[in-house]
């Protein structure tokens, strides 16, 4: 099916560890259901090639610079999409990007001014906050625990070490205060704990739900496709003033 030129674009951002490649599936669902999608690398997981060693890993405001010269590269409007750790910097980019008609926040954290990531847990910074973090250990039971066997697998080898910075920068603006935004609640998650989720989306303008674990875009990208375009297509109210 050919993507509806009247239709916002989706603009799918990824959490902490991963790229843009972990949006592949849905994209070819929300392409097959007339969509246009685009994702973003994060430079906190996936540094410039060439970047000098020793630099200063990447924090929120710069993965939030990532997601705007991928919004100024879109023409018309834009529904971000964005997953765990990728609520925080997509709060940061959405609050001056003209073009946002709205935002959905997939299990992420969907921070105020002043939080940051550990704030809201309440789990203390790390020592060293200027390097970078592996991957959990058992990534494939907190992560992808609901994914095909083999499809984790592939996912567990992509994952890449991200920037201790993005865990402990605060939040400096608050996009969706004034972008219009929907929260979808994933059920079974091990990472983020759905009553967490829930607590974040009683700052959202509507809540949805999905009965999957933290990563429903490899274990059910159908049904996290499907459940986008209503969103974009019916939930989301007129922007704030």
Do not use: K
Not at 122 to 132: E, F, I, K, V
Request: proline share 9%; glycine share 6%; hydrophobic share 40%.
């Amino acid at each position: 099916m050919n993507a509806d030129t009247g239709r916002p674009t989706f603009l799918l951002v990824h959490g902490a560890w991963h790229g843009a490649w972990c949006w592949d599936p849905v994209r070819a669902a929300l392409d097959a259901d007339g969509w246009r999608s685009d994702a973003v690398d994060l430079p906190s997981a996936n540094p410039p090639v060439g970047r000098h060693h020793g630099a200063c890993p990447a924090g929120v405001l710069d993965d939030a610079n990532a997601i705007r010269d991928s919004l100024r590269r879109i023409d018309g409007p834009v529904v971000v999409i964005a997953h765990s750790y990728g609520g925080v910097p997509t709060t940061e980019a959405i609050a001056d990007a003209a073009n946002v008609v709205g935002a959905v926040y997939l299990a992420a954290f969907q921070l105020d001014v002043g939080e940051s990531l550990l704030t809201f847990l309440g789990t203390p910074a790390p020592d060293d906050d200027t390097g970078h973090t592996p991957p959990y250990e058992d990534a494939r039971r907190i992560l992808f625990d609901d994914v095909p066997e083999a499809v984790a697998d592939r996912a567990v080898a992509r994952l890449r070490p991200q920037s201790v910075r993005t865990f402990t920068d605060r939040v400096t603006a608050a996009g969706w205060r004034t972008v219009p935004s929907a929260y979808i609640v994933c059920d079974r998650d091990q990472s983020l704990e759905p009553s967490r989720q829930r607590e974040l989306a009683t700052r959202a303008d509507s809540v949805h739900r999905l009965p999957s674990s933290h990563s429903p875009f490899l274990s059910m990208p159908r049904q996290l496709a499907t459940l986008l375009g209503r969103i974009a297509t019916s939930t989301l109210p007129t922007p704030r003033q």
